[in-house]
């Protein structure tokens, strides 16, 4: 028996006190309770509501509350979209909520009970119940409050949940938000939005497309929003989040994340550790802008003042939240707020938890606040000792894709390595790519050792079958390892499958596969895998390549002194006789310097030399300039292999490094020498 029942047995069957029976149902809460609790749950208030009935008189006033307080768990309990299968329960419960003394009804026909009432009629039946939705919300437009927009839209987003809905449908449920978002006929003046319908408004559009209509909608909650000023705690700034995490990046959702943003300074939100997972898990969906930026560090300083404790799943969600925001300034201050959580919760982790964690990092780089944050779940993985499987171990390790070897991250991947003879058994070919391709900016270190031998031990227990996909990530991940025995061992593995298993590789995954081996040149399984990548190339006559993919095959192809065919070396021709990309700022900047104090060099940007993009080349000089920005940090072996190629085809090469904001003395530097 549920906790639920058991409450209502021993409070309501075996206590004799009114305020006993009062308190139960007032107390009680079906909402969270699945379909099978429903009918047992409704035959015990059925038959103690009887047996209440023969002992106390109906018409004390202890017992008007009780009635109005039940009719109300009942309207909660039919929420849950029972399955109906006794005709007398179901009219029983109609009934129920249908009636009731007069002084407990509203001035007008628009009451929870009326809505409920709707949609138990028609046992939730979505095909029925829209077209009497609209009807009913036509007919009592005037008197709809935020309160009952959110009961109807919460029902119906019950409704539609995981269903497949016809063009129709979808057509009637963008009537009923175009409906109620008419706020200078439908909603009531005398009253504003508050904190609670604000969350829920949002958090009920979960199970809805992303229409035009809901853009409307969205709209019409902003100006509401904006007109009311709601106070709203960390409880609805959460679940407001959360929906928000379901809609597409569209003007109106952009605009509501400020109207959010500006009753969020003015409420001063306490949250919780379950509000924390809730409204960052809401960013799941959202890029960095002026706008979420600003959401990001508000919310930050207010997670910080309430610092909660925290949970594994909390911390879980709260970084998976962060998967599209690039890294910036606000991210940064967020990593250190979760930090400090995590070193003073000292949560337990598990290992999904820890996975998505970790998911959620890969638009993030090496930074004292991502090393922090890497430390932190290290600790809390190690503390926990979780069970891993194949695709938690994918999922995490592929969040690490755009990190680099530090102490931190070499420890991280010491502290899995030791977990993962535990995993061969359910790592399968998809995780084996997700895996090795998170280590494509790690070079070869203990932890990464560590690391690739138990994945080559995986492969020697598990034999899986080696698709083109996999191919590509997994040798792509090698790119910045260099020979030794670990990476010959997983090498020697991988190649004997991918022989066994004779995968048709896609060009795309040609020229991962060649530009992940080349520090493997000249090792005996590379020059293996190498001859099966260049047999199935050379099936190709041609094919449709977008611009990225056919400079860098150009690339690879040059990098391992294998011929160009006359197929691709005249889509290279062409895309070099096309217009230029247009310069950036720092690149313009640097050629007005050089214009300007040595006007006798002629200097060309974004020249090309065997599909590689020089910022700027010197003509007459031989010499190529390259201006790094920060995401050169993390590319560093990648630029040297690039270099040395262009240095042997008689071209020198000069670096800047952008960062130590010296740029017109480190050209002059450069040119003084030429």
Not at 281 to 288: A, C, D, H, K, S
Not at 396 to 404: D, E, I, P, Q
Not at 475 to 483: A, D, F, S, Y
Request: proline share 3%; with cysteine.
């Amino acid at each position: 028996m549920s906790y639920i029942q058991r409450k209502l047995v021993s409070e309501l069957a075996q206590q004799r006190q009114l305020d006993s029976y009062y308190l139960a149902a007032k107390n009680a809460d079906f909402e969270y309770y699945d379909e099978a609790d429903y009918l047992t749950i409704l035959n015990i208030i059925h038959n103690q509501l009887e047996r209440i009935e023969l002992v106390i008189n109906p018409s004390k006033e202890t017992f008007k509350r009780l009635r109005g307080n039940i009719r109300i768990r009942l309207i909660k309990l039919g929420q849950i979209k029972p399955d109906f299968q006794h005709s007398k329960l179901k009219q029983w419960a109609i009934d129920f909520i249908s009636t009731g003394e007069e002084s407990e009804k509203t001035n007008h026909p628009c009451q929870d009970g009326e809505i409920s009432h709707l949609f138990i009629k028609y046992d939730w039946n979505i095909n029925i119940l829209l077209p009497k939705v609209i009807t009913f919300v036509k007919e009592n437009l005037k008197h709809l409050s935020y309160y009952y927009i959110n009961e109807i839209t919460r029902r119906l987003a019950s409704c539609i949940r995981d269903q497949s809905l016809s063009k129709e449908q979808k057509k009637q449920l963008d009537e009923y938000l175009i409906l109620v978002s008419q706020s200078d006929k439908g909603i009531k003046k005398e009253r504003d939005i508050d904190g609670a319908n604000t969350g829920y408004a949002l958090f009920n559009l979960r199970s809805f497309d992303h229409t035009i209509a809901m853009d409307q909608y969205l709209n019409f909650i902003r100006e509401a929003v904006l007109k009311s000023k709601p106070k709203m705690d960390g409880k609805f700034v959460g679940i407001s989040m959360y929906g928000i995490r379901y809609l597409k990046d569209t003007p109106a959702r952009e605009k509501l994340l400020g109207a959010l943003n500006t009753v969020i300074e003015k409420s001063n939100p306490g949250f919780d550790g379950l509000s924390v997972s809730n409204v960052l898990l809401g960013f799941r969906n959202i890029e960095r802008t002026s706008v979420s930026e600003k959401l990001l560090r508000n919310l930050t300083k207010a997670i910080a003042r309430s610092y909660p404790d925290v949970k594994g799943y909390h911390i879980g969600n709260a970084l998976y939240g962060l998967q599209k925001f690039n890294q910036c300034e606000a991210t940064e201050e967020l990593l250190n707020v979760l930090a400090d959580l995590i070193e003073k919760s000292k949560p337990e982790i598990d290992s999904k938890n820890f996975a998505i964690a970790l998911f959620g990092l890969q638009n993030h780089s090496n930074s004292p606040a991502t090393e922090r944050i890497l430390k932190s779940l290290t600790s809390a993985f190690k503390a926990s000792k979780p069970s891993l499987n194949g695709r938690n171990l994918a999922s995490g390790l592929y969040g690490l894709n755009k990190f680099y070897t530090s102490k931190v991250t070499d420890d991280l991947l010491t502290a899995v390595a030791k977990r993962i003879p535990e995993v061969c058994p359910t790592l399968n070919n998809k995780d084996i790519g997700m895996t090795l391709f998170g280590l494509q900016n790690f070079s070869t270190s203990n932890g990464a050792e560590l690391f690739i031998d138990s994945i080559g031990d995986c492969l020697n227990y598990s034999k899986p079958e080696i698709s083109d996909a996999t191919v590509g990530s997994a040798l792509m991940g090698l790119q910045n390892m260099t020979p030794s025995p670990a990476c010959e061992k997983f090498l020697h593995k991988f190649t004997d499958l991918v022989y066994a298993s004779k995968p048709k590789l896609s060009i795309h995954t040609i020229t991962s596969a060649l530009h992940g081996l080349i520090n493997f040149k000249n090792t005996r399984y590379s020059q293996k895998m190498l001859s099966f990548i260049i047999d199935e190339f050379k099936t190709y006559k041609d094919a449709k390549l977008n611009q990225l993919d056919m400079l860098t095959l150009v690339q690879a192809l040059n990098l391992w002194g294998v011929p160009v065919p006359e197929w691709l070396m005249s889509k290279y021709q062409k895309f070099l006789s096309g217009p230029k990309e247009i310069p950036n700022k720092t690149e313009l900047n640097a050629l007005d310097y050089i214009n300007r104090n040595y006007p006798f060099i002629k200097v060309e940007i974004n020249y090309y030399i065997s599909g590689f993009e020089c910022d700027l080349y010197l003509h007459g000089y031989a010499a190529n300039i390259e201006l790094d920005g920060f995401h050169h940090q993390n590319q560093k072996k990648r630029d040297a292999k690039r270099d040395r190629y262009i240095e042997s085809v008689g071209c020198r090469v000069f670096r800047i490094d952008l960062m130590s904001n010296n740029l017109e003395r480190k050209l002059q530097e450069i040119l003084e020498k030429l």
